[in-house]
């Protein structure tokens, strides 16, 4: 029998469809990144390691959270934040905090891996999927990277193969935690496939290109693709 269709059920439905529409478009590039393609020791595949060593080459757990910025960390009280997608979309989209939460949800635990050779194991994290919001915003046929702004003026780059895993999330809870300042709340990216400078604290805008655009970090000389298990940090 046909239910009442039901505005919300409606429009996750939509969302889950152009999900994977954009998906088909990027799964052979996707299965072709190294975190999904290397063999072992070094690159074993999401989640990266299933046995030893439980961290990529040249890496070590830290104690607690390190806090790694430019040295300024702005507060965006969550009335002000927004969150700009544009640049070569057909559906350019603004969410406000309540727009945002208002997405399909997801938690998931995953590795927190900093160039600098701190790696955190285990986060549990809540969030967005980034590909339900590029899912909205609906990148061009042409489109192919990211370049991701942040309210500290910091950008950074990511092609988006990477940027469609089903990890990488737009998250405002850590820990069971809203996510703290020094950590970028009210929200930040994060990349667990790449080396954490890939993942925007303070995210404001995510603009999407036709062609590879280097942000803060890449232009400074670290690798622009910076994959954990290839050793993969400078270039
Ligand atoms: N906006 C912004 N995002 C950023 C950075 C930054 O300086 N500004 N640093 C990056 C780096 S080098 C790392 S390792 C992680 C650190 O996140 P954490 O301070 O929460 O550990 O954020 C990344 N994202
Ligand atoms: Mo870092």
Partial sequence: MAQPSDPETDKQARIVEARMKLRDRFVGRMQATPAASDGKPEGSGPPNRHGMPRVPPGQSIARGWPVLDLGRQPAVPLHTWELIVDGDVDEPQKFAWKDFVALPQTKDVSD??????????????????????????????????????????????????????????????????????????????????????KGAKWIHRIEVLSRDRLGFWELRGYSNTAHPWRNDRYS
């Fill in 112 to 197: 927190f891996h900093c160039v600098t050779t701190w790696s955190k194991l285990d986060v549990p994290w809540e969030g967005v999927q980034l590909s339900t919001i590029l899912a909205l915003a609906q990148p061009k046929i042409e489109a192919s990277h990211l370049l991701c702004h942040a309210y500290d003026g910091y950008t950074v780059n990511v092609p988006l193969e990477e940027a469609l895993k089903d990890d990488v999330l737009l998250v405002h809870t850590a820990e069971g935690q809203p996510l703290t300042t020094e950590h970028g709340g009210p929200v930040r990216m994060i990349t667990p496939q790449l080396y954490a400078w």
